[in-house]
């Protein structure tokens, strides 16, 4: 299987600010990489996929890039909204993982 | 709009046997991937499960294979999980979610963008 790594495990920022957040894959997946946003006791949303897609309806503040095996999410202009856990996955295998998210608290 | 509605979870032994249902509305359910993903207690997301749109390939992650096996039933617009010999490590909230596919540019890239509310499962003697 695929492995994803992510990193940080956990991040704190302020409202105004920026973050990125790492995506590695254990081998090169191309651009088969999603990214997704959990919030507690919620499914999770899916914010990006193909490596750097923005899904219809999620701000322009996240972006996202990377190819091969290493990609990356960043979060502009944070919000108190976006106090929430990120995952990557990749979809290169039909047998999709995911990273063992990042927890991303708002101050 | 899209709704998947999962149900079946409860509390059940180990060793038993249990099955989740997802039933599907809002989009042409036969043309679609269906997938199902877990999440253990304040644990990170697990990818379970696919089942292709025609029901002719599936797919497990090594955790559940040969335990579990999905199905889909397309004129009911209903996807299965049938749990069987199910351990504590099992114990989860199970998700279901639609593949979909965005083929511009030649390469069909696959993403889940619908999900369920989720169905917990307990493990428990």
């Known amino acids: 299987d695929i492995q994803m790594t992510q990193s940080p495990s956990s991040l704190s920022a302020s409202v105004g600010g920026r973050v990125t957040i790492t995506c590695r894959a254990s081998q090169t997946i191309r651009s088969f990489l999603n990214w997704y946003q959990q919030k507690p006791g919620k499914a999770p949303k899916l914010l990006i996929y193909a490596a750097s897609r923005l899904q219809s309806g999620v701000p322009s503040r996240i972006s996202a890039s990377g190819s091969g095996t290493d990609f990356s999410l960043t979060i502009s202009s944070l919000q108190p909204e976006d106090s929430a856990t990120y995952y990557c996955?990749?979809?290169?295998?039909?047998?999709?993982?995911f990273g063992q998210g990042t927890k991303l608290e708002i101050k | 709009q899209v709704q998947l509605v999962e149900s079946g979870g409860g509390v059940v032994q180990p060793g038993r046997s249990l099955r989740l249902s997802c039933a599907a509305s809002?989009?042409?359910?036969?043309?679609?991937?269906m997938h199902w993903v877990r999440q253990a207690p304040g644990k990170g997301l697990e990818w379970v499960a696919v089942m292709s749109y025609d029901g002719s390939n599936e797919y497990y992650a090594d955790s559940v294979k040969g335990r579990f096996t999905i199905s889909r039933d397309n004129a009911k617009n209903t996807v299965f999980l049938q749990m069987n010999s199910l351990r504590p490590d099992d114990t989860a909230v199970y998700y279901c979610?639609?593949?979909?596919?965005?083929?511009?540019?030649?390469?069909?890239?696959?993403?889940?963008?619908?999900w369920g509310q989720g169905t917990l499962v307990t493990v428990s003697s």
């Open positions: 979610a639609k593949g979909t596919g965005d083929c511009s540019g030649g390469t069909c890239y696959g993403f889940l963008d619908y």
């Open positions: 996955q990749q979809s290169y295998s039909s047998r999709y993982t």
């Open positions: 809002g989009f042409p359910f036969s043309g679609h991937g």
